[in-house]
């Protein structure tokens, strides 16, 4: 697994073993849709942790984690974060990881760097560790930063696969999962933790899910044992990693041949309405799918409009207000503003039915072929 570098271009689906920003300045420019970064959070451990009965607790103090200063810590952040920042596509994103130990010094290189910050996560630990000292708070969650690539990207966002899989309520910023443990945990030969700091599978699900498209390439360049490509596989998405460590690379590539990928059909996400053509309400009396005279009313049936031959409305009752679906459906209730698609009902059957729903009817008969390239002629 290595990057074709004769051409600069990324070998997709693999792990580079390597330092992690000599490994990122050989990718290409605007190469990756999404970078999932999980970087050191420089703990700041003096000395070991241990528990009320003296046992030593199993924590993050690997050389990788330590930093002799704020200002070292603070440079290698904006290496990697340039090289990354440099690597994405114009509409791409980034979300990186951390704690109240470094989340906040993570923000401010972000900022400082272009990103441009759609949200803060708070990932809530149902099963988070103990404070074994008693000297503050139970540390129970993590921060994920979410930020376009700068001010300009439109940054993919699966909203209605989001809402649709929240039960139909917005999701919200804090997101609840346990901590990775049991059988998904990784154990090296001798049964301890392959990894100190390997996120649940269930985060990255989500996080995926809700910002990259199948067949995307996903850059990780903490890789770790592959939580991210684990779940990029399963999800139809590309992956590369990067990692220094050997031992974890080899844990990763063993993970990420066993999972198996889900079938494209299961793959396929709810489409946001703003991803869907625009359709002006006068196409849908062009199409004969509303005719010209056609009385159309509030939910509630108590304001009436006719349809004209134009698209515009005209109020019933002999009261000259006219205008489109959106204005007149403002006016009439005194508002500023107002989504004409779902204020104005048609009577179907006896019920009424708001005219957002011969949108889609509008959109089949105006789907068209892609055009075939021209050929020259001979």
Known sequence: MSVRRARGVAKIDSILVGDCLAELKKLPDASVDLVFADPPYNLQLDGELLRPNNTVVDGVDDAWDKFDTFESYDRFTRAWLTECRRILKPDG?????????????????????????????????????????????????????????DRKSRVTFNYEAMKAGNDDLQMRSDWLFPICSGPERLKDDG???????????????????ASTRPGDTVLDPFFGTGTTGAVARRLGRHYIGIERDP????????????????????????????????????????????????????????????????????????????????????????????????????????????????????????????????????
């Open 93 to 149: 994103a980034i979300w990186v990881i951390g704690s109240y130990h470094n989340v906040f010094r993570l923000g401010v290189a972000l900022q400082d760097l272009g990103f441009w910050i759609q949200n803060d996560v708070v990932w809530r630990k149902s099963n988070p560790m103990p404070n074994f000292r008693g000297k503050r708070f139970t540390n129970a969650h993590e921060t994920l930063i979410w930020a376009g690539r």
């Open 247 to 378: 031992d974890y690379a080899a844990a990763a590539r063993e993970r990420i041949a066993r999972v198996r990928p889900l079938a494209p059909v299961d793959l396929e996400t709810m489409r946001s309405k703003r991803a869907e053509p625009r359709i002006p309400f006068g196409a849908i009396v062009e199409l004969g799918l509303l005719e010209a005279g056609t009385r159309l009313t509030d939910e509630r049936g108590r304001i009436w409009a006719n349809v004209r031959a134009d698209g515009t409305l005209v109020l019933d009752g002999g009261v000259e207000q006219q205008g489109s679906i959106h204005r007149l459906g403002a006016a009439v209730q005194g508002k500023a503003a107002c989504n004409g698609w779902t204020f104005w009902h048609l009577e179907v059957e006896g019920k009424l039915k708001p005219i957002d729903s011969l949108r889609e009817l509008a959109r089949r008969q105006l789907a068209v072929v892609k055009p075939q390239p021209l050929v020259a002629a001979e």
């Open 191 to 209: 049964g301890r933790k392959a990894h100190p700091t390997q996120k649940p599978e269930a985060l990255l699900h989500r996080v995926l899910l």
